[in-house]
């Protein structure tokens, strides 16, 4: 079993145009790159922008074009949610034109307590543990949509990245919402770098078994704790063993991609190739 490894999008996001991004992804041996599903910058609309990557792409021979992006699902304004469900739903029509989509990073609905800091000390205040019920019910009706729109445009799928603010903050409480929706093209991004900013998240490897054949894609990035502050590090550098992630992943008999990130400020370029060795060095530990 190979395990096709994703460049996120931070590693290379400070200013660089497609054609630089592709370029030093393909001399650094990713086999994709997960982009975000918009500009960020606002300059170009969503066709030109996919065309910009679909170009850079094809020049340098990524073979996974990856996707991250969704929606807000956070006003009781029906015709709000509306326009942000379609606006998706066109960036899926155009993308799916244009790519051979595989998986796209996936979210849905983001949670804020009033009046309550958004900070690393307070995440498990918002999000999946905040939730109202009107605004629990209103995102998994719309992912249902967009589940249903998805597969009339090809045999990709979604994964809710577990991240902090959102409903499927906590991995379990994510596995739940891919319940909930029940559609076969919706599962589970288990990224556990950001899970342990949240108190009671399950170990890895529960969390792993518990997301089950639902985990259709991974994130991995690492951190460290001094003192009562988390300090963003190296992908083998902090707390989160990567060796025992893809362990368990073989266990479980995953098959999806390994997504790696740079949550830290610096060379991000030379981060993605020291990030790189290493995972791959893990992956031949194991022979895959």
Not at 19 to 36: L, P, Q, S
Not at 79 to 98: H, P, V
Not at 225 to 237: A, K, Q, Y
């Amino acid at each position: 079993m190979k395990y096709p490894i994703i460049m996120h999008i931070n590693y290379m996001e400070q200013g660089q145009p497609h054609d630089e991004i592709c370029k030093v992804a393909a001399d650094f041996g990713f086999d994709g790159i997960e982009f975000r599903n918009k500009d960020r910058n606002k300059v170009l609309n969503c066709a030109d922008y996919l065309d910009s990557i679909k170009k850079a792409v094809a020049t340098y021979g990524i073979k996974y074009p990856m996707f991250g992006g969704g929606l807000t699902c956070n006003s009781q304004d029906a015709d709000a949610r509306r326009e942000e469900i379609d606006a998706y739903k066109i960036f899926l029509a155009e993308a799916s034109k244009r790519f051979n989509l595989t998986y796209l990073n996936f979210f849905c609905g983001t949670v804020r307590v009033p009046k309550l800091p958004y900070a690393p000390h307070t995440y498990a205040a918002h999000g999946g543990c905040a939730v109202p019920q009107w605004q629990y019910e209103a995102a998994v009706e719309a992912c249902r949509e967009i589940c249903d729109f998805a597969r009339e445009l090809g045999d990709f799928k979604l994964a809710f990245e577990t991240h902090m603010g959102y409903i499927h903050d906590y991995p379990e409480l994510a596995k739940k919402l891919v319940d909930d929706i029940d559609r076969e093209n919706i599962g589970v991004n288990l990224d556990y770098g950001n899970a342990v900013y949240l108190p009671g998240a399950m170990a890895l490897p529960a969390t792993i078994k518990n997301c089950g054949e639902k985990l259709f894609y991974t994130h991995m990035k690492n951190s460290i704790t001094v003192g009562d502050i988390r300090f963003p590090t190296s992908l083998s550098g902090g707390v989160i063993n990567h060796r025992e992630y893809v362990k368990t992943l073989l266990e479980i008999g995953y098959k999806g991609f390994i997504g790696i990130e740079a949550p830290r400020s610096g060379d991000r370029q030379f981060y993605a190739k020291e990030d790189l060795a290493y995972i791959r060095d893990v992956l031949d530990y194991y022979n895959v």
